[in-house]
């Protein structure tokens, strides 16, 4: 036998998930919210009416399978495009064939799977064919449409969600693999129920990481006269590591931070130390969230207790100097401090008003009497004149202005009573009273 016999005469099997892989709608499992009976999505399927649309949802949801079995059903050609692989050539050469097919009256339909790698040159090589009905685009991404595709090219087709899958469906997909001759059927396999469940949990709505994990289980459990037995010790060593759903530059990036800075907000320690747990388990930067603590110490807690920010500032040097995973204490204290302390947004409030009058008010010029006037000429042409040096008065304070002539009289900062700011919002009303007796 030749090297070349040798190394090619076995064929590799394909994985078992691709072994599974449902060819038509009645084997798919999950999305009801779609495909449930008469639901949009299987009325377009099944009367052969596709459009443009992306499929977005996690790993796993059963998105390339979905283009298949449109493939499968459709009377239309039916490309596929690597997002990796394919550049701007590639695609504008496939796109004149299909303006051509559209002239012979044939539909084409172009799969895209992980549309969201495709930079903007590539998107916009797509966007005049979909425009112009030469073909029917098919997106799926894992990531947020609204942030991975050109708006113009997303407002031309339909956006469908899909679900992570639940338990029971990924446990219904664990039972079928065990009976299916394209995967396990014919085989002696003894696994307990709760141990599928298990799987099935593990999974976290993923079906290929679930169909993965059974197979590995089975290779690894216990054979004896043509009989295997998969036991929970088995599983526990297969699913010793669950992997976070996470992406530091993604949607869930954003959710995550979202959900720990609102629990904060509402005063619940217990959800926030989760997510805190969450994101940094799941390999976030203790800096990033140690810098939005320190904000949200400001945003949400100001002066109704000044400690907040000298403690999330405190954090933030923490987890500078010793780092991951040692700094995951101080960022529990910060964030479980920010959790209970009282709050007030006055801070924001009054800058985000600020920041209105001050670009509507960008020219008005600093009132006289508060400008500098470090040479003869400037003091000549009046800078500084009638200005009160505040330390040299009984009160510590004077009746000066200091706003620009368009701005006398507003109010920016407006303390809440919330925790030691109602001692600031007392003083503030004193100062105001003797100001403007």
């Known amino acids: 036998m030749d090297l070349e016999t040798s190394l090619f005469a076995g064929e590799v099997p394909a994985p078992i998930a691709e072994r599974l892989r449902p060819q038509t709608l009645a084997e798919y499992v999950g999305q009801e919210h779609l495909l449930g009976k008469g639901k949009i999505l299987r009325r377009l399927i099944e009367s052969d009416q596709i459009s443009s649309m992306i499929f977005w949802g996690p ?12 493939a499968g059903r459709t009377k239309a050609s039916f ?27 044939e539909r084409t339909i172009v799969f895209v799977d992980e549309i969201h790698r495709f930079n903007k040159a590539q998107q916009d090589a797509f966007l005049p064919f979909v425009e112009h009905g030469s073909i029917i685009l098919i997106g799926a991404t894992t990531e947020n449409p609204s942030f991975e595709l050109n708006s113009a090219l997303l407002s031309r087709c339909k956006v469908f969600v899909l679900h992570a899958l639940t338990e029971g469906d990924l446990t219904h997909l664990l039972e079928n693999a065990l009976k299916n001759p394209r995967a396990f059927g014919g085989q002696d396999i003894a696994i307990e129920p709760d141990l599928l ?9 993923d079906a290929r990481m679930a169909l993965g994990v059974l197979e590995m ?30 992406d530091k530059k993604g949607e869930e ?48 807690v100001g002066l109704a207790d000044p400690r907040a920010l000298e403690i999330a500032v405190a954090a ?16 529990t204290e910060a964030v479980v401090y920010l959790s209970l302390a009282p709050k007030s947004n006055a801070m ?42 505040a330390h040299n008065t009984k009160e510590k304070m004077a009746r000066m202005q200091c706003l620009p002539d368009s701005l006398v009289g507003r109010s920016y900062y407006r303390p809440t009573e919330e925790g030691v700011e109602g001692r600031f919002k007392d003083r503030l009303a004193a100062i105001k009273a003797w100001k403007n007796p």
């Open 197 to 205: 469940a298990r799987i099935a949990n593990f999974a976290n709505g």
């Open 316 to 331: 933030f040097q923490a987890c500078h100097l010793i780092g991951y995973p040692e700094c995951n204490v101080h960022l």
């Open 348 to 389: 924001e409030v009054a800058y985000n008003e600020a920041k209105t009058d001050a670009l509507r008010e960008l020219s008005e010029p600093v009132p006289m009497n508060i400008r500098n006037a470090p040479t003869r000429l400037m003091k000549e042409v009046g800078y500084g004149k009638g200005y009160i040096y």
């Open 79 to 105: 490309l596929t495009f690597s997002a990796v692989t394919s550049g701007v050539k590639e695609i504008r050469s496939v796109m004149q064939q299909a303006e051509k097919n559209r002239s012979y009256g």
């Open 253 to 300: 990036h954003y959710n995550l931070i979202s959900a720990l800075h609102k629990s904060m907000r509402n005063s619940d320690p217990d959800a926030a130390v989760y997510w805190l747990a969450r994101m940094l388990e799941a390999g976030e930067d203790p800096m990033y969230i140690a810098r939005r603590v320190t904000r949200f110490a400001s945003e949400d």
């Open 217 to 246: 289980a089975i290779l690894n459990g216990d054979t004896a006269d043509g009989k295997t037995t998969v036991t929970a010790e088995t599983i526990e060593q297969c699913t010793s590591k669950k992997s976070l759903l996470y």
């Open 59 to 70: 790993p796993g949801t059963g998105k390339t399978t979905l283009a298949r079995i449109i």
